[in-house]
């Protein structure tokens, strides 16, 4: 027989059970006998849940079997902060994002920096209205509009505004 204070201060005849979800040790009112340390082992109970290992920090959750067909890589996170921080750069590769990886914003400044080289000038300024404040806002154009054919001749400088308005036809290179 274990005797233990209630919150309330009132002292109590207990018996100590082992928790069947959890297996910790606890402590229970000798006359209502309670079967689960806690709501969150009583409610595991009765919900015949799966245990997982989160793929992010390798802790170990519960789910319902029919939420583990929610998943479409086949990987389990234990929270959401877990599922985003794996989904960003550095992350699990095979659930990142398809635009990750991408060179798109590499070629931009490959291609600033041939153009600059190639026409021997220090700061890249747009053609059209001489926008020259940050250097990666200014685009190099392809005036063939062929990614492809990158010669000196078929390249040029234009701020992002203007490179938008070239492309929506407002305007026009001369």
Known sequence: MIYYIEKSGRKRKGIE???????????????????????????????????????????????HPSALSCSKSGFYFCSRECKDKSQRLGGIEEIMPSHYGSFQGRKSAIYRRTYKELNNIEILSCIRCGYSEFESAVDIHHIDENCNNNSIENLTALCACCHRGLHYRLWELQ
């Open 17 to 63: 059970k082992t928790c069947p979800v959890c297996h910790n040790l606890f402590v229970t009112r000798l006359d209502q006998q309670g079967t689960y340390c806690s709501k969150q082992c009583c409610s595991d109970s009765r919900k015949n849940k799966v245990q997982l290992q989160c793929d992010c920090c390798d802790k170990l959750f519960y789910r």
